[in-house]
């Protein structure tokens, strides 16, 4: 999205001065009318599905009776909406995704804790203290990010299920965390490898405490860090399917979960709008995570910049 | 205000011995400067000292506590950093009250010591702001102010001033000998500038691979170098060292200079050990010490005939580099008087006989 959001705006910022640049106002229209097509058929390509099941979701079923998948809604009707949210069944239940939005949150919550918290203090006593076998450590955990989720599963569940968390959120929670924490623990670890020798040494001398260090010093100083983490988490708790369908028990299913059931039961006709709105209410979320955060993500994956 | 000791110290990282058996003594309330060029192995041992590496073998003692296997937190030290080392989410008080947190006392007593600390590096109007808001000067006052508020009996000053410009340095480096003369603290500071190190020092530790060569005051290094390493280390322009052989006859020792048409006159040299004839030494002669020839001082120890090659002027100093048949000897000269030395034109020049260096060609020892 953002990406043909910025090609107009170039060649607009471009063209602005044409009294101060007149000669550079030609050879940059020249070259950019091949980006700009390029950038257009890419977005298209994003655009157009979306567009389908925006205008699905505000149709009435007699109008999606037509088959006309591209043509604008004869009037605005949000009622597949309301009942995507609060209506619709999966299996027996027939009370909307917001089950499965009320779930996903209270998982969500637990994971983003569990899953940063064990990887934040993973990577900076990797990053910042002596810890003997360090690189065979995290060689290890490098290797474990590269082990699909299915292998585990099976194991997974037993483990869980001997913890006594299986089919909880705290189960879910806890498989997150464990899948999250190689990636997570190499980011933490690389960020904080960045930060100048010499500030933890002097914050060896002045504290010496390993957790006083971490809460003082270091933490203030993962800001950037924490945004790219926190996107890249809530959007990949959010949008799991998996986990949430392995772990998750009766009354834990997370929203996806439930948006599947929803589209698969159906008695009579399927519900297309029903089932497009209930999509969208389920991938807002994390969309919204994005555009409040998302200026933020550019900042801290380019910015390893602490200086003094 | 303990006393700092070094006793039979190694440390080796993986294969590579950085120090070898090194043994120090820092008297109570001494200023001493570790010296030297980089990789001599003086920012280890400082923070051998600090406690952030550990020893391979031996022992560090501070006032009568071994302190080997403590914690740098526990030895009563105080750090300044060459590239400051702020926290920088904290704001100048935050980064001066958190080592005094730690050590859990009280918060009128932090206070106290802010507000002292503060005053005496002027820094009172920075508390609240954040390091990225001041400039390099202030960050080092800053940095100087975390180590004060520790109130401890030894400072550690990692190269302190090689971030500032000439300016700056030149007052830090004033400010740094006042806090001294007020806290007469110990104080053991490493730079491999000379001029920090002959203008602070109460006594200068000149390392070189390892090992310390001297270990005396800046006066002695500079009048009296033990070794051909440090008779060519301290001093700039660098002492000229000419390999010579001894010439021993009834009239006392001479050293015929190789590279250079000359004979030192060594009759009136306090030998430690003395020469025989033939003996292969090195002969140093420091450029400031070099004179025109005249009556009054009898022509010296040594006369040279030598054509110039070039000239430089700093300022308030001026070398002239003569040619040798081996390679260049610098001379000093009153800045007013270069401008008529034209390339090619050959002087005269002449020696005292009191500022002659001779060394053991072996050993390197001041003979």
Same mark, same amino acid.
């Given at each position: 999205?953002?990406?043909?959001?910025?090609?107009?705006?170039?060649?607009?910022?471009?063209?602005?001065?044409?009294?101060?640049?007149?000669?550079?106002?030609?050879?940059?229209?020249?070259?950019?009318?091949?980006?700009?097509?390029?950038?257009?058929?890419?977005?298209?390509?994003?655009?157009?599905?979306?567009?389908? $099941?925006?205008?699905?979701? /505000?149709?009435?079923?007699?109008?999606?009776?037509?088959?006309?998948?591209?043509?604008?809604?004869?009037?605005?009707?949000?009622?597949?909406?309301?009942?995507?949210?609060?209506?619709?069944?999966?299996?027996?239940?027939?009370?909307?995704?917001?089950?499965?939005?009320?779930?996903?949150?209270?998982?969500?919550?637990?994971?983003?804790?569990?899953?940063?918290?064990?990887?934040? $203090?993973?990577?900076?006593?990797? !990053?910042?203290?002596?810890?003997?076998?360090?690189?065979?450590?995290?060689?290890?955990?490098?290797?474990?990010?590269?082990?699909?989720?299915?292998?585990?599963?099976?194991?997974?569940?037993?483990?869980?299920?001997?913890?006594?968390?299986?089919?909880?959120?705290?189960?879910?929670?806890?498989?997150?965390?464990?899948?999250?924490?190689?990636?997570?623990?190499?980011?933490?670890?690389?960020?904080?490898?960045?930060?100048?020798?010499?500030?933890?040494?002097?914050?060896?001398?002045?504290?010496?405490?390993?957790?006083?260090?971490?809460?003082?010093?270091?933490?203030?100083?993962?800001?950037?860090?924490?945004?790219?983490?926190?996107?890249?988490?809530?959007?990949?708790?959010?949008?799991?399917?998996?986990?949430?369908?392995?772990?998750?028990?009766?009354?834990?299913?997370?929203?996806?979960?439930?948006?599947?059931? $929803? $589209?698969?039961?159906?008695?009579?006709?399927?519900?297309?709008?029903?089932?497009?709105? !209930?999509?969208? /209410?389920?991938?807002?979320?994390?969309?919204?995570?994005?555009?409040?955060?998302?200026?933020?993500?550019?900042?801290?994956?380019?910015?390893?910049?602490?200086?003094? | 205000?303990?006393?700092?000791?070094?006793?039979?110290?190694?440390? =080796?990282?993986?294969?590579?011995?950085?120090?070898?058996?090194?043994?120090?003594?820092?008297? #109570?309330?001494?200023?001493?400067?570790?010296?030297?060029?980089?990789?001599?192995?003086?920012?280890?041992?400082?923070?051998?000292?600090?406690?952030?590496?550990?020893?391979?073998?031996?022992?560090?003692?501070?006032?009568?506590? #071994?302190?080997?296997?403590?914690?740098?937190?526990?030895?009563?030290?105080?750090?300044?950093?060459?590239?400051?080392?702020?926290?920088?989410?904290?704001?100048?008080?935050?980064?001066?009250? @958190?080592?005094?947190?730690?050590?859990?006392?009280?918060?009128?007593?932090?206070?106290?010591?802010?507000?002292?600390?503060?005053?005496?590096?002027?820094?009172?109007?920075?508390?609240?702001?954040?390091?990225?808001?001041?400039?390099?000067?202030?960050?080092?006052?800053?940095?100087?102010?975390? *180590?004060?508020?520790?109130?401890?009996?030894?400072?550690?000053?990692?190269?302190?001033?090689?971030?500032?410009?000439?300016?700056?340095?030149?007052?830090?480096? +004033?400010?740094?000998?006042?806090?001294?003369?007020?806290?007469?603290?110990? +104080?053991?500071?490493?730079?491999?500038?000379?001029?920090?190190?002959?203008?602070?020092?109460?006594?200068?530790?000149?390392?070189?691979?390892?090992?310390?060569?001297?270990?005396?005051?800046? #006066?002695?290094?500079?009048?009296?170098?033990?070794?051909?390493?440090?008779?060519?280390? +301290?001093?700039?322009?660098?002492?000229?060292?000419?390999?010579?052989?001894?010439?021993?006859? =009834?009239?006392?020792? =001479?050293?015929?200079?190789?590279?250079?048409?000359?004979?030192?006159?060594?009759?009136?040299?306090?030998?430690?050990?003395?020469?025989?004839?033939? #003996? =292969?030494?090195?002969?140093?002669?420091?450029?400031?010490? @070099?004179?025109?020839?005249?009556?009054?001082?009898?022509?010296?120890? *040594?006369? @040279?005939?030598?054509?110039?090659?070039?000239?430089?002027?700093?300022?308030?100093?001026?070398?002239?580099?003569?040619?040798?048949?081996?390679?260049?000897?610098?001379?000093?000269?009153?800045?007013?008087?270069?401008?008529?030395?034209?390339?090619?034109?050959? *002087?005269?020049?002449?020696?005292?006989?009191?500022?002659?260096?001779?060394?053991?060609?072996?050993?390197?020892?001041?003979?």
């Amino acid at each position: 999205m953002s990406s043909i959001a910025e090609a107009p705006l170039g060649t607009v910022g471009a063209t602005d001065e044409p009294v101060a640049f007149p000669a550079k106002k030609k050879r940059i229209r020249g070259s950019s009318i091949a980006i700009l097509v390029f950038l257009t058929i890419c977005a298209l390509f994003f655009c157009v599905p979306l567009y389908v $099941v925006v205008v699905t979701s /505000l149709k009435s079923m007699d109008q999606i009776r037509q088959g006309d998948i591209m043509s604008l809604p004869w009037s605005l009707d949000f009622s597949a909406w309301w009942q995507a949210w609060d209506k619709s069944c999966s299996g027996t239940l027939c009370q909307g995704v917001k089950v499965g939005f009320l779930n996903s949150i209270e998982i969500l919550i637990p994971s983003l804790v569990l899953s940063i918290g064990l990887s934040i $203090v993973t990577g900076y006593a990797l !990053a910042l203290w002596n810890v003997k076998w360090a690189n065979a450590f995290l060689f290890i955990l490098f290797m474990c990010a590269f082990v699909p989720f299915q292998i585990i599963m099976v194991p997974l569940i037993l483990i869980t299920g001997f913890l006594h968390v299986y089919g909880t959120i705290w189960g879910i929670a806890i498989v997150h965390a464990v899948l999250a924490m190689p990636i997570l623990t190499l980011i933490f670890r690389n960020y904080y490898k960045g930060i100048p020798q010499e500030i933890m040494s002097a914050a060896m001398m002045d504290s010496g405490s390993f957790w006083r260090i971490f809460w003082e010093i270091i933490l203030p100083m993962s800001g950037n860090i924490m945004i790219v983490v926190l996107i890249l988490q809530i959007t990949s708790i959010w949008n799991d399917f998996l986990i949430g369908l392995t772990y998750g028990g009766i009354g834990t299913q997370p929203m996806t979960v439930i948006l599947a059931n $929803v $589209v698969i039961t159906a008695l009579g006709e399927a519900n297309y709008n029903v089932d497009m709105a !209930a999509a969208l /209410l389920t991938a807002f979320p994390p969309l919204i995570i994005y555009f409040v955060l998302g200026r933020f993500f550019v900042q801290g994956i380019t910015a390893g910049a602490i200086k003094g | 205000m303990p006393r700092v000791q070094f006793e039979k110290i190694v440390k =080796s990282f993986g294969r590579v011995t950085v120090l070898k058996n090194l043994n120090l003594e820092i008297e #109570d309330g001494e200023f001493v400067v570790l010296l030297g060029p980089s990789g001599c192995g003086k920012t280890t041992l400082l923070n051998l000292l600090a406690g952030l590496l550990d020893v391979s073998s031996g022992r560090i003692q501070i006032g009568e506590r #071994d302190v080997t296997d403590l914690d740098p937190k526990d030895r009563g030290l105080a750090m300044v950093f060459q590239s400051y080392a702020l926290y920088p989410t904290k704001t100048v008080r935050g980064n001066l009250k @958190f080592g005094m947190a730690a050590a859990r006392l009280a918060r009128e007593e932090q206070e106290r010591r802010i507000a002292w600390a503060a005053k005496l590096l002027q820094i009172e109007a920075l508390l609240d702001r954040k390091p990225a808001q001041l400039s390099g000067g202030q960050r080092q006052r800053v940095a100087i102010g975390r *180590a004060l508020v520790k109130q401890v009996g030894v400072f550690l000053f990692d190269e302190p001033l090689s971030n500032l410009d000439a300016k700056l340095r030149t007052e830090t480096r +004033i400010e740094i000998k006042r806090l001294h003369d007020e806290t007469r603290s110990t +104080i053991v500071y490493v730079t491999h500038d000379q001029v920090e190190a002959m203008t602070m020092a109460t006594r200068i530790a000149i390392m070189d691979a390892g090992v310390i060569q001297q270990f005396d005051t800046p #006066d002695a290094v500079y009048e009296k170098p033990a070794n051909i390493f440090v008779a060519g280390f +301290i001093g700039a322009p660098a002492m000229n060292i000419f390999p010579a052989t001894v010439r021993m006859a =009834s009239g006392g020792a =001479s050293a015929v200079l190789s590279g250079v048409n000359a004979t030192v006159d060594l009759s009136r040299y306090a030998f430690t050990t003395t020469p025989r004839d033939g #003996d =292969s030494i090195q002969v140093g002669l420091r450029p400031e010490h @070099f004179g025109a020839l005249n009556a009054a001082n009898g022509g010296g120890a *040594a006369q @040279f005939r030598l054509p110039v090659q070039y000239t430089e002027k700093t300022g308030a100093d001026a070398t002239a580099y003569f040619k040798t048949d081996t390679g260049l000897l610098a001379v000093s000269i009153p800045p007013e008087r270069i401008g008529a030395l034209r390339q090619g034109e050959v *002087a005269t020049l002449s020696f005292p006989h009191d500022k002659v260096h001779a060394f053991d060609s072996a050993s390197g020892m001041r003979l």
